[in-house]
């Protein structure tokens, strides 16, 4: 038998752990096996502390998978006295939403004569998630130029034009409810550029409310269907790069009468973890046949809050008054939170909670539902998978309980939905959604199924 190598006898000799796994994480990168690379890469760093160079390497897989915040945690303590690692931080950040971050790690790099690729790839990333997303344009240019043809450029320029681009939207959605009331609803939406920071917007859509004659929701005007065909014109403007105001006037019409609709939204992001919406709209009560042929209006006022503080954690606050024409009015507070739990190049999961109260001045009887005091308590898991760059599914599942003052015990309360959608970064894009829940909704506590199906053009 011939004596092995005494080099590789020492390395068979290492523990598994110990032994140099940095160049197969690599070569797993290079094929385009990023989990492969994760788990072979945090072995070596596990037994490699002081190895800088495989840190980096696996905070850039890390990045691509989106788990930011264990990408950060490996790059910030090198950040100060490694510029390649504050460069990659700023990347992260970037790439996780933290503009203000971001922009303040990149400057160095932005300052540099002229700044790199990286610099550049980065600035664009940042800037092309603020209302005034075409800022991002220059930055884009300027990585083409230092890598002209690349993926990653390529990469960078779809997703901006996504946020940039013209568009179209058709769409068609079913509701169904266990109740017997349908909506069926055709629409078409356009948000044309007129200039960097001014869009038109407008759109059509007609909707055909139905419920069983003899039901108590079909139409007082008689039949058992009733139509409500909406037109509406308006435009978003961004004054600034955190502020979008949007504005617009439409008519609705139905065999009750014509009335006007419109809508005054302001969304403001204040800094990397807060920002918050605010608003009016009027629109018709489009709950059931009867609601629409009672010609109900309601003039709703809202507010949103969403919290995102460090990488792990989204908060979400929001709430509604409706005043609503036939004397009634109508509260709402909704809170939820979830957690980034996994980040994979194959599964993107977030688990959290959310509770909900609604309450109504009063029991009208006017073909929606109306409690004095509805309380929902659920816990809530939603899940992205990417089948390649343009396709993914999205799904979403709620597990919980509900009560009002009808009720002599909780009840359950779930729902669960999933979103298909093609062309995520293409000139076509479609999604198809549905939908089941078996908790409270609109008309009342019944069951209810949704499809839909929205295509969308970019130009």
Same mark, same amino acid.
């Given at each position: 038998?011939?004596?092995?190598?005494?080099?590789?006898?020492?390395?068979?000799?290492?523990?598994?752990?110990? *032994?140099?796994?940095? *160049?197969?994480?690599?070569?797993?990168?290079?094929?385009?096996?990023?989990?492969?690379? &994760?788990?072979?890469?945090?072995?070596?760093?596990?037994?490699? !502390?002081?190895?800088?160079?495989?840190?980096?390497?696996?905070?850039?897989?890390?990045? /691509?998978?989106?788990?930011?915040?264990?990408?950060?945690?490996?790059?910030? !303590?090198?950040?100060?006295?490694?510029?390649?690692?504050?460069? $990659?931080?700023?990347?992260?950040?970037?790439?996780?939403?933290?503009?203000?971050?971001?922009?303040?790690?990149? =400057? =160095?790099?932005? *300052?540099?004569?002229?700044?790199?690729?990286?610099?550049?790839?980065?600035?664009?990333?940042? $800037?092309?998630?603020?209302?005034?997303?075409?800022?991002?344009?220059?930055?884009?240019?300027?990585?083409?130029?230092?890598?002209?043809?690349?993926?990653?450029?390529?990469?960078?320029?779809?997703?901006?034009?996504?946020?940039?681009?013209?568009?179209?939207?058709?769409?068609?959605?079913?509701?169904?409810?266990?109740?017997?009331?349908?909506?069926?609803? +055709?629409?078409?939406?356009?948000?044309?550029?007129?200039?960097?920071?001014?869009?038109?917007?407008?759109?059509?859509?007609?909707?055909?409310?139905? @419920?069983?004659?003899?039901?108590?929701?079909?139409?007082?005007?008689?039949?058992?269907?009733?139509?409500?065909?909406?037109? /509406?014109?308006?435009?978003?403007?961004?004054?600034?790069?955190?502020?979008?105001?949007?504005?617009?006037?439409?008519?609705?019409?139905?065999?009750?009468?014509?009335?006007?609709?419109?809508?005054?939204?302001?969304?403001?992001?204040?800094?990397?973890?807060?920002? +918050?919406?605010?608003?009016?709209?009027?629109?018709?009560?489009?709950?059931?046949?009867?609601?629409?042929?009672?010609?109900?209006?309601?003039?709703?006022?809202?507010?949103?809050?969403? #919290?995102?503080?460090?990488?792990? /954690?989204?908060?979400?606050? +929001?709430?509604?008054?409706?005043? &609503?024409?036939?004397?009634?009015?109508?509260?709402?507070?909704?809170?939820?939170?979830?957690?980034?739990?996994?980040?994979?190049?194959?599964?993107?999961?977030?688990?959290?909670?959310?509770?909900? /109260?609604?309450?109504?001045?009063?029991?009208?009887?006017?073909?929606?539902?109306?409690?004095?005091? #509805?309380?929902? @308590?659920?816990?809530?898991?939603?899940?992205?998978?990417?089948?390649?760059?343009?396709?993914?599914?999205? =799904?979403?599942?709620?597990?919980?309980?509900?009560?009002?003052?009808? +009720?002599?015990?909780?009840?359950?309360?779930?729902?669960?939905?999933?979103?298909?959608?093609?062309? &995520?970064?293409?000139?076509?894009?479609?999604? &198809?959604?549905?939908? #089941?829940?078996?908790? =409270?909704?609109?008309?009342?506590?019944?069951?209810?199924?949704?499809?839909?199906?929205?295509?969308?053009?970019?130009?």
């Amino acid at each position: 038998m011939k004596t092995l190598p005494l080099a590789l006898a020492a390395l068979l000799a290492l523990p598994a752990a110990a *032994q140099d796994r940095s *160049q197969e994480a690599r070569d797993a990168s290079a094929r385009g096996d990023t989990a492969t690379a &994760i788990t072979a890469m945090q072995a070596h760093v596990a037994a490699h !502390p002081d190895d800088v160079e495989a840190k980096k390497d696996l905070a850039r897989y890390l990045l /691509w998978t989106g788990a930011y915040a264990e990408a950060d945690a490996l790059l910030a !303590p090198m950040a100060a006295n490694d510029p390649e690692a504050a460069a $990659l931080q700023a990347n992260n950040a970037a790439w996780a939403g933290k503009i203000d971050q971001a922009l303040q790690l990149n =400057a =160095a790099g932005m *300052q540099k004569s002229p700044p790199d690729f990286l610099a550049q790839f980065t600035q664009a990333v940042a $800037l092309r998630q603020t209302a005034q997303a075409y800022r991002a344009w220059p930055h884009v240019d300027a990585a083409e130029t230092l890598q002209p043809g690349g993926k990653d450029v390529n990469d960078l320029r779809r997703g901006t034009r996504i946020r940039t681009a013209s568009e179209i939207t058709a769409g068609w959605t079913l509701l169904d409810d266990s109740d017997d009331i349908r909506a069926e609803r +055709f629409g078409l939406s356009a948000a044309v550029r007129l200039s960097d920071d001014w869009r038109l917007i407008g759109g059509w859509s007609n909707t055909d409310y139905r @419920a069983p004659i003899g039901g108590g929701y079909e139409p007082v005007s008689g039949g058992d269907s009733i139509d409500d065909r909406q037109y /509406w014109l308006g435009v978003a403007v961004t004054p600034a790069p955190d502020t979008r105001i949007t504005a617009q006037l439409g008519r609705s019409d139905t065999d009750a009468g014509d009335d006007t609709t419109g809508l005054l939204r302001v969304d403001q992001r204040i800094n990397d973890d807060f920002s +918050f919406s605010a608003g009016y709209d009027r629109n018709r009560l489009g709950i059931s046949p009867r609601s629409v042929s009672l010609g109900l209006m309601r003039d709703q006022f809202l507010g949103q809050i969403h #919290y995102t503080p460090g990488y792990h /954690w989204t908060f979400d606050a +929001f709430g509604s008054y409706q005043d &609503i024409d036939d004397g009634n009015s109508r509260s709402e507070w909704q809170l939820a939170a979830r957690r980034a739990v996994v980040r994979s190049s194959k599964l993107q999961l977030d688990l959290g909670g959310e509770v909900q /109260w609604l309450s109504f001045a009063n029991a009208t009887g006017n073909g929606y539902y109306a409690p004095d005091s #509805y309380k929902r @308590a659920a816990l809530t898991a939603s899940a992205y998978l990417p089948f390649s760059d343009d396709v993914g599914l999205y =799904a979403r599942a709620g597990v919980g309980l509900q009560r009002d003052e009808s +009720f002599s015990s909780w009840k359950s309360a779930n729902d669960v939905s999933v979103e298909l959608i093609a062309g &995520i970064f293409s000139d076509w894009e479609l999604r &198809i959604s549905a939908g #089941y829940s078996d908790r =409270a909704q609109q008309a009342g506590l019944y069951d209810a199924n949704s499809f839909g199906v929205q295509i969308k053009r970019r130009f």
